[in-house]
């Protein structure tokens, strides 16, 4: 019986579809690939490096959706290309860093920063990327400071308190309190 699950992503009118079928997408080759498009922007990646413990693994690899056996998938959720970019690097490469720290295989996906982090957890919550949602978590910690203006510090509460994070709302609560206002 097939599924009549509702998902972020669609198969794209002109695609090809993969040689292999969703039964034996357990076994998959080092070159089999995956094209997300975002943005009406594609991003490329073998299906095998999208990580074992997330989202995209268990809907592309071993769901019984049509993405299962799909080369191109439109991505029909609203992310930033840029965003939904990090998120498969990050499985891709196994990490993602802020600012400068971008690893030299990142490609052309812009910084991580202050003004995209947020934005950065909000994709690997959605996406259930666990291990880039932690790492989105101990960035946007280790950025707190009591120069952090008023404004940030309401977003990330605003976002921990969204994401299931007590121990940011805690730290944002602290500074608040010991620091003030802008």
Request: charged letters at 25%.
């Amino acid at each position: 019986s097939s599924s009549s699950l509702s998902t972020p992503f669609t198969s794209s009118s002109s695609t090809m579809t993969s040689t292999s079928s969703p039964s034996s997408s357990t076994a998959l080759s080092h070159d089999e690939m995956v094209t997300f498009v975002v943005e009406k922007k594609k991003v490329t990646v073998p299906r095998w490096k999208l990580g074992n413990n997330c989202f995209f693994r268990s809907m592309l690899m071993t769901s019984g959706m049509k993405e299962t056996s799909q080369q191109e998938i439109e991505v029909k959720m609203e992310i930033r290309y840029e965003i939904f970019k990090h998120v498969v690097e990050f499985l891709a490469n196994g990490g993602t860093k802020r600012g400068d720290g971008v690893p030299e295989n990142a490609g052309e996906a812009e910084a991580i920063t202050e003004e995209n982090d947020l934005e950065l957890l909000a994709a690997a919550d959605m996406l259930q990327v666990t291990e880039l949602r932690m790492d989105c978590f101990s960035e946007i910690m280790e950025s707190l400071s009591p120069k952090t203006s008023t404004d940030r510090m309401v977003d990330i509460l605003q976002a921990a308190m969204l994401y299931r994070l007590p121990q940011l709302e805690e730290s944002v609560f602290y500074y608040l309190q010991h620091y003030g206002s802008d």
